[in-house]
């Protein structure tokens, strides 16, 4: 049976939500007030992140100078070397931008590039960021349309390992995964309570126990 590994970033490899803490220190407007609608339904990330990025005014050092205060999970480090030595199937997927992504990973001293990675992407220019895509417009209004990076797997008959802890998680795990890990305490774990295929994690370390006694050994 072959396994992939899809896995969110902020929140689930970072500590720190990195958009979120962005948005909170640039943006000029109430950034919070469209998650709001995207959580009742009524918009999609696609045009939220549109609209709360597009009020940011701040230049590239000044953004960096954020990113770099932001650090990963400790136990990702050892995770990502039992993944590679094992040669699993491993993807990042994230509605946060490459960019930072990549900028993390390397302050870590995680090689990116042995990475396969799936975010939207983000230029500054003349102190303003413009956003690119690299999904279909979906009938979900995604920004970075997860669900559609996992369907290609499932379709190619892999078994799906999610994890994930927001609401961009929801979607794929519930419909896609074989084995959800979930952030405990957070939205995917809350809005998915009492779904057998779910385990609620805090840290890396239980997830590489949890799939060597179960599933990769
Ligand atoms: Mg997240
Ligand atoms: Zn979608």
């Not at 970033?9 to 709001?36: A, C, E, H």
């Not at 390992?161 to 959800?180: F, T």
Request: some cysteine.
């Amino acid at each position: 049976m072959s396994y992939t590994i899809f896995c969110d970033f902020d929140g689930t490899i970072t500590l720190k939500d990195v958009g979120k803490t962005l948005l909170t220190k640039f943006s000029r407007d109430d950034w919070q007030y469209y998650d709001k609608l995207v959580i009742n339904g009524e918009i999609g990330t696609r045009e939220a992140l549109i609209k709360q990025w597009g009020t940011v005014k701040a230049n590239e050092q000044e953004i960096f100078d954020v990113v770099d205060q932001i650090s990963i999970d400790p136990s990702f480090h050892s995770f990502f070397e039992w993944v590679k030595e094992h040669n699993i199937h491993f993807i990042v997927v994230s509605d946060g931008f490459q960019e930072y992504i990549e900028e993390i990973l390397e302050k870590e001293e995680i090689d990116s590039s042995s990475m396969d990675i799936r975010a939207n992407n983000v230029k500054i220019v003349n102190n303003s960021l413009v956003l690119s895509f690299i999904t279909e417009e979906c009938e979900h209004g995604c920004a970075n349309c997860k669900y559609s990076h996992v369907l290609d797997y499932k379709k190619k008959g892999n078994k799906i390992i999610y994890i994930g802890d927001g609401l961009s998680d929801i979607l794929p795990a519930r419909e896609l995964a074989d084995v959800i890990f979930a952030k405990e305490g957070e939205d995917l774990a809350k809005k998915l309570k009492g779904d057998p295929r779910v385990i609620e994690f805090s840290n890396f370390e239980e997830i590489k126990t949890i799939l060597e006694e179960k599933i990769f050994n």
